[in-house]
């Protein structure tokens, strides 16, 4: 695999601080990977995320395949060039949109038969078509093709769609037709009953990825038990590859999940929260719409050096998002992407230089006496944007 | 008035090419000034206005009155600080805005009752309001209030309306509280009735203003009306001071104004037509919701050189359009804008040349001759962005 490679570099109890290198340059680990669910991370520009310090993004297979088309984006070149984004590029598998999205009309071992949410028309998902798909989109890391497991399963049905998910993911790397050009990483599932996400740990991680996801976790659990099935399955994880913790999380949630041997992870809540007037400061979460800023000079962060906060107040801020200026989606996303950028940056400088467990602690004591907005983090939104 | 100046630098035939200082800087001539009317040109950031080559932004003062309030912009340091441009800004007042969105509630001579389309409250403008109010937002240029004529009006309206223009802009000359930190233009009434319009630039010119704006225009009149009013109002403006063609227009006006001797520009077509989907370029008005561009990997204008043109393909921003998203907003503005800014900086530099008559030619032969998608540009929208 000469275009790629995965080092850590250090390690601080369970937390690693690592460097990725992919087709389309390097990214560092711990990462965030802002989700660009149609081929555009929402209100933003490639050179804006290039300067707020973003190395990979997220794009999803299954709303890029139902429009504008898989091989339409691939006959123009592939994703990169499509979306004028020159860094890595990570792919879901469409699972998880497919089950939470779609029409569902039937689901056997061969794969899943929908209706687009667009235009009701029939479409099939499986191992070999996500492969296919993802094949065509050219990402650097590919996922393979899983089954969603809901939070309120019963344990039977857990242990059933564990089992179905081993083999379709099989399916997916032997149907994966450019291994040397793209990663495909293999998703452990399980749910948050410890027998079960440890059997999927295991039985995953004996076939060789090139990383490791865990998945079917951030769906209405508990923290608690999201914290205890990363640790149940985190044993089994080769050290050597990069792990992904699909579709988390808050800030705190990363910092725990770091803190548990995780590298990377995509949320939507940065970008959707910004657009919501959601914003994310040093001191909690804060609410522009708040009639409290109305007249206030100050920017959304004293503590904060982005685009954002050095240029615009406050008042300003406000007006903007009531008035349903797209200039406001645009402020509040720069803001809440640098805060989330920024505090795995500095996360994996704190792992470097041997002094996580402070850092952690710091971060965790900030989140949890901060003021915060009346707030709806801990269910955070499902990652399709 | 020493923070100020305009010079005239070239003639050709009518056409000017000139530079104006103000307390932010200077602007060339012709000048388009993108409209940003809540303190923000949609989508857009000062600093993408700035490389764009935008050298002067236009706001309203009626939406800015009735939300942040204009009390509120000056207790925060000026609409330069509160929306972060820090070049120079036009304000209008609010005239048009009163007559064409509120909720007319009464005109008498002292001036107009209205209630808010924001929340119904009562508002009450008159030309010292609105010197007030434009003395609080800080433009480097002010408006004279003036009475907005409609198209239809029959001759007697016209009459009546004109005069009484000119003593509202003859009340808002002695209200303006600021005049050596802000310029203050007058503005010329009449309709497109040749004596009226005659009587109303003498007796406007007759009254020291800084600048003189021709009103009442790209109304809904023919394009032939336009341009005779433009002529007839033309010999009496001052040459040495700048002439303002409030709220036009398409590509072709611009020229034929320039042509007539017009200085400065606003025109929500630009931006608001981006948004719509509505795309300038060296061969027409193209409609990017076309089916024929889906796998188009082609700029939107292979003469173009703007960012959106040097990176995106016509298949990617379709893509955006049809998905919604906000980034197609923003590239399809983008791009608008710099049609509109590099038509009039071609057009200074034609005049400073001396082969304007060539340039107009040529300009307009290639907007007759363009392919254009099904257009409503015949009617403008009034300029209330």
Not at 61 to 83: K, Q, V, W, Y
Not at 93 to 122: H, M
Not at 227 to 251: C, F, H, Q, S, W
Request: aromatic share 8%; charged share 25%; with cysteine.
């Amino acid at each position: 695999m000469p275009n790629f490679a995965f080092h850590i570099m250090r390690t601080d109890g369970r937390a690693r601080a690592g460097i990725a290198a992919t087709p389309h340059g390097a990214f560092h680990t711990p990462a965030f990977m802002p989700v660009g669910t149609r081929g555009t991370v929402k209100a933003m520009t490639p050179r804006e995320l290039r300067e707020l310090g973003a190395e990979i993004v997220l794009s999803n297979t299954f709303h890029l395949m139902l429009r504008p088309g898989d091989e339409l984006i691939r006959d123009l070149g592939g994703l990169h060039r499509f979306m004028a984004w020159d860094g890595p590029i990570l792919t879901d598998s469409g699972g998880f949109q497919v089950f939470s999205l779609a029409d569902l009309s039937k689901i056997t071992e061969e794969g899943v038969t929908f209706r687009s949410p667009i235009d009701g028309a029939y479409h099939f998902l499986s191992p070999e078509k996500a492969m296919q798909v993802q094949n065509n989109l050219g990402p650097d890391i590919m996922m393979a093709f899983d089954e969603c497991i809901p939070h309120d399963c019963s344990p039977e049905q857990v242990k059933e769609r564990t089992e179905r998910t081993l083999r379709w993911i099989l399916r997916s790397r032997s149907a994966h037709a450019r291994p040397t050009e793209q990663w495909l990483f293999g998703i452990v599932q399980g749910g948050t009953i410890p027998e079960l996400r440890a059997w999927s740990a295991q039985r995953t991680t004996e076939i060789e990825f090139d990383g490791y996801a865990l998945g079917g976790l951030a769906v209405g659990e508990s923290k608690e038990a999201m914290l205890g099935a990363i640790e149940v399955a985190e044993p089994y994880l080769p050290k050597d590859r990069p792990r992904y913790l699909m579709g988390v999380g808050t800030p705190e949630d990363l910092i725990q999940a770091i803190d548990r041997g995780i590298d990377m992870f995509d949320c939507v809540i940065p970008t959707r929260n910004a657009r919501n007037g959601r914003i994310y400061t040093s001191r909690g979460v804060l609410n522009i719409k708040n009639a409290a800023y109305a007249r206030d000079p100050s920017p959304l962060d004293p503590e904060c050096d982005c685009p954002t906060c050095l240029q615009y107040s406050l008042a300003y801020l406000r007006h903007l998002f009531v008035c349903n200026e797209i200039l406001a989606a645009r402020l509040h996303t720069t803001h809440n992407l640098h805060y989330f950028l920024n505090l795995l940056r500095a996360g994996h400088a704190a792992i470097m230089e041997g002094r996580w467990p402070q850092f952690r602690d710091d971060v965790l004591q900030r989140l949890r006496t901060a003021s915060s907005a009346p707030d709806d983090e801990s269910q955070p939104p499902a990652s399709v944007e």
